[in-house]
């Protein structure tokens, strides 16, 4: 990922360029770690945007969904 894909990202996700201007300072020096980003990212009050916590998609509750009645392919004639 170049440090224009970052930006770019940062930039989607609302963050100030005041404040990604100081976090690509901070990477430049340490290393551009998508976990590090985030970091700083949440620190400074945004949410996490390189990392996905996928403990939170197992929160996922089915009672949204309704039971869907599937028909027969076949026709069923009754007298």
């Known amino acids: 990922m170049n440090v224009?894909?970052?930006?770019?990202?940062?930039?989607?996700?609302g963050v100030d360029?005041?404040?990604i201007a100081s976090?690509?300072?901070?990477?430049?020096?340490?290393?551009f770690n998508s976990d590090f980003i985030d970091e700083e990212l949440l620190r400074r009050g945004y949410?996490?945007?390189?990392?996905?916590?996928?403990d939170e998609?197992?929160?996922f509750d089915n009672d949204e969904?309704?039971?869907?009645?599937?028909?027969?392919?076949k026709h069923l004639y009754e007298d």
């Open 65 to 73: 969904y309704y039971s869907i009645e599937k028909f027969p392919h």
């Open 17 to 19: 360029t005041a404040d």
């Open 4 to 13: 224009s894909d970052v930006v770019f990202e940062m930039e989607l996700a």
């Open 47 to 54: 949410p996490k945007v390189f990392t996905i916590d996928y």
């Open 23 to 31: 976090i690509v300072a901070l990477c430049e020096s340490k290393g």
């Open 57 to 59: 998609y197992d929160n």
